[in-house]
């Protein structure tokens, strides 16, 4: 019943009437809009049931038929189907990264380009009444700028004395190579253009002719030599402190060396040796051979080493003869003489390596076998 507001009752019962009467109708409003919504939650729940079916994977489906039984009778008896757990993922497990193109970082600069319509374009081609401005579409395209060569010239200012005492120049800062023409920035580009991205000078050479500049192999390689040098006290410092690790990881690699004196090339090692977590340093140092003397000296040379130094080499070759050596030093030092079978890192094949401990602390040497 509808209610005029401007023609109700004075009679207070009338009043207490209609206001009962109003709220019954809301009442019974609710109720048919929570059976409508309790309706629209079942079909929603079947929709899905039917979609994960015919687009879901194989091991999801189900049959279309006993789906539609089981729909019929929950209906009949005016029950809601039941809904299906939703799956538990496993938090520890790691998200799948999404396919598709990814974002480009935030970190790199962004130099904005702003396409507009020209004064004569912003009308309406239909009324030719003016256009209005309501907003923009932004895209992002990856460019990249090539490295560029540029020249400084430094001129340092020279003062004389206007009686003719003395002449005084203005000084340089130090250059990373002494009257070298070579800054800063050129020398760490080749360094980690070599060692860091594997490119040898012989094709940098190639790639600074193509930006005019004529820089041979050989000026490259004593840059280097000199840069070497610079960071010796850095090289010193993490030599110093990865050994002070309780265990120190140590492997060999075979390198080509060409010298002077033999018609034909040689092969050199490079030993690394890591740290362990509280010492996080890696050093590399190069020996003529597998001998004895090299991995020696490189214990030595920063005091007394105390700890343990594991290495793994093939079976009855190069430093283990050594170690065999260094064990008479110590006399009466235990001896683990097992095996294992390892697989190394350097070899696609799996072949048999022992893996040898040598035990340096106050009471004396040892080694074993592990």
Known sequence: MALDPDNLPHDAAALRQMLLSTMAQLDATREQLAAKEHELQRVQHWLEQLLRHRYGQKRERVDENQLFLFAVELA?????????????????????????????????????????LAAAERHCPECQSELRHIGEEISERLEYIPASLHVIEEACQKYACTKGCTVITAAKPPAPVEKGMA????????????????????????????????????????????????????????????????????????????????????????????????????????????????????????????????????????????????NRRSAGAPRNRCHRVAAHPRHRSCRRESVRWFSFSEKGFHSGLG
């Open 183 to 326: 800054g800063p920035g050129l020398l760490a580009h080749v360094a980690v253009s070599k060692y860091g991205d594997h490119l040898p000078l012989h094709r940098q050479e190639s790639i600074f002719a193509r930006h005019g500049v004529e820089l041979s192999r050989q000026t490259m390689c004593d840059w280097m030599r000199q840069c070497a040098e610079l960071v010796n006290p850095l090289y010193d410092l993490m030599h110093e402190r990865a050994l002070r690790s309780k265990v120190v990881q140590t492997d060999n690699a075979p390198v080509p060396v060409l010298g002077p004196e033999l018609p034909h090339t040689r092969t050199g090692r490079i030993w690394t040796c890591v740290g362990d977590a509280a010492h996080p340093y890696t050093v590399s140092d190069y020996t003529p051979n597998r001998s004895r003397a090299g991995p020696d000296e490189f214990l030595a040379s920063s005091g007394e080493f105390v700890g343990h130094w594991r290495v793994s080499e093939p079976v009855g070759r190069g430093i283990g003869e050594a170690s065999d050596r260094w």
């Open 76 to 116: 009949s008896l005016g029950q809601e189907a039941p809904r299906e757990p939703k799956p538990n993922h496993d938090a520890g497990r790691p998200a799948t990264p999404g396919h598709g193109r990814q974002r480009l970082p935030k970190s790199l600069e962004r130099r904005r380009v702003v396409y507009d």
